[in-house]
């Protein structure tokens, strides 16, 4: 662990709270900053980027003056934030969210943050602190008073280059926040050639470079204020902002109406249904790419320089995603990913990627952003991901695997889908014999992982049960002669029989948290003596003290990395299944009650968890950890019940 003790301190991770509009999810710090937040997708430059950096950075704060959090939470079923903050004088709650686009709209022009305060008793002075900082923090905007509707109704709109702000609300104090001219109904005019000579006073005539923003604002008990910040294009016209009842109303329904359809097990019920809503709401709306987390370079260690951007589409997050929500009954869900499948790898099978942008971008070009000081002085920031260029050989079988689910629950697939996964099978003949970076993506030199040729085994054997099971069409003699190829293989070079253990590669006796993942693939049984052997020696070189699985030996310097890393959620949370599913059941749900403390009071995780510390780490939330959760939680129920962990879930 990095323990400089001159290191930052950043916001705990665990202090956050996620919100989300199926385009983008900002996340809220207990004390009411909103410190991250991407308009109007999930990997779109930030205009909050406190998250990464100081409060210099872009942040939007809505707190009580010389208050307290005494409690927060989200409405029952939704992400729908509710805050209350107590005082010496009196009791506000604040509400935060964002609005779904209404029905039909995938493609909004504006995008909208609600900011709402109420005062339940007595008396509270309310703090509002905005501070706009576009492209990362790289552009501090123009900003100027305009006439929203031409009836004395004034917001505020800051601007520069392609993104626009307009903030609707309670007026700031007269020397803040002075009159100017109406902007116009089309695009504003050019700014001034150069800033007023006092950077964050605004200028009475023109607007001026606006480089803090806020005010104070008192309530009494009964009285309520809103704020909405509503993105669009700067080159539009003013937008409507989004009447702030109205869209609490359409967040509230849209949410509930959605969880309605889940189906849970009674045990940990509240904490599994979160899980699903959080794979939900990285979930964009409009195309169906599932973002792996929200955030960018949230370190997995601390002070390190192991930090990664995750608002891309992973096929194999979203595979194992998919493979979730069908289990618990969301198959539409499962259907719009499948045609998001279609669209972001159709074309030439031999360039199919590992990961896609959420529209099925194929350009993600990792970069570095020197200005941002990183989460804990976590250096460097990255955007994009240089991951997008390399091999994994697992990928089609994770794909091939959730299609299956989505099979076997009845969805019946068309002429693209299958024709689609007949081309994945072709790309693996393409690559069989390829070296690749495994699951971690690491950045060392392609090996043969087990897992990876474990999961294009899988690949095959899904496209043999197609045929033999579903009637469709296929090279099935030349998909079986593979399968079995591989089985061969695996064996010979992946099994090391002294050990009785699987390996990480065919090249070394490592072991890897990985191959708790080869019983999901049917390629051995829960309980099969080499896989026992195997959870062995993960238990005994990746398992600490603290009960918590790593992902592999750093120290072992295949990754190609410096630095080390902290123990992965998902790989503790396959353990427990991996318990649960070979008669280990007592083992089971004690790890189970463990993890489920690493959960924050709002009942998400982030992708590591640091034992020493007690903190979460990694970006946050992460769909990987949350996933791992639900599986776990329905492995262990299904053990205790003796009921056949094949058979899926009833709401």
Known sequence: MNDDANRPRSTPLEDYALLSDLHTGPLVSRDGSVDWLCFPRFDSPSVFAALLGTPEDGRWKLSAVDGVVTSRRYLPR??????????????????????????GDDHPDHADLVRRVECVSGTVEVEHDLRIRFDYGRAVPWTRRVDIDGNGTC??????????????????????????????????????????EQPGDLDEDEGAVADRLGGRFGLSAGESLDWVLTWHESHHGLPTPVDPADALDRAVSFWTEWSSHV???????????????????????????????????LPEEFGGSRNWD?????????????????????????????????????????????????????????????????????????????????????????????????????VEEDRWSWGLQKNLLRFCERNFDRAGHGIWEMRGSAAFFVHGRAMMWAAFDQGVRAVEEHGFSGPVERWRELRDRLCAEILEHGFDTELNTFTQTYDNTE???????????????????????TVARIERDLRGAHGLVHRYRTASGLDGLEGDEYPFLICTFWLVEQYARSGRVEDAGELLEQLAGYANDLGLYAEEFDPVSGRLAGNFPQAFSHLGFIRAVDAVVRARAGVDLTDRLQT
């Open 310 to 410: 995750y608002r891309y589409t992973w096929l194999r997050d979203a595979a194992l995603t998919i493979e979730v929500l069908v289990a618990h009954d969301f198959t539409d869900g499962a259907l719009l990913w499948r045609n998001w499948l279609l669209r972001a790898v159709a074309g030439d099978p031999d360039q199919v990627q590992i990961m896609y942008g959420l529209a099925g971008e194929r350009r993600l070009p990792e970069s570095e952003l020197g200005h941002l000081g990183g989460y804990e002085g976590s250096a460097p920031v990255r955007i994009g991901n240089g991951a997008v260029g390399q091999f994994q050989s697992d990928v089609v079988g994770e794909v091939m695997l959730a299609l299956a689910a989505l099979r076997d629950a009845g």
């Open 263 to 297: 189906g849970t097990h009674k045990r940990h019920e509240q904490a599994v249904l979160r899980s699903l809503l959080v794979l939900r709401a990285l979930t964009h709306r409009g195309t169906g790419g599932i973002v792996a987390a929200p955030t960018t370079s």
């Open 511 to 533: 072991v890897d948290a990985s191959l708790l993942q080869l019983p999901h693939t049917g390629f051995v049984a829960y309980d099969d003596p080499r896989m026992l052997g």
């Open 78 to 103: 939704t992400f729908v934030l509710e805050t209350t903050w107590r005082t010496p004088t009196g009791t506000v709650v604040v509400t935060d969210f964002l609005p779904p686009a209404a029905a």
């Open 155 to 196: 917001g505020q709109l800051s601007i520069a280059g392609p993104d626009a702000l307009l903030l609707t609300g309670p007026m700031l104090h007269p020397e803040d926040f002075p009159r100017v001219e109406p902007l116009e109904d089309a695009a504003p005019d050019a700014a001034p050639a150069a800033a007023p």
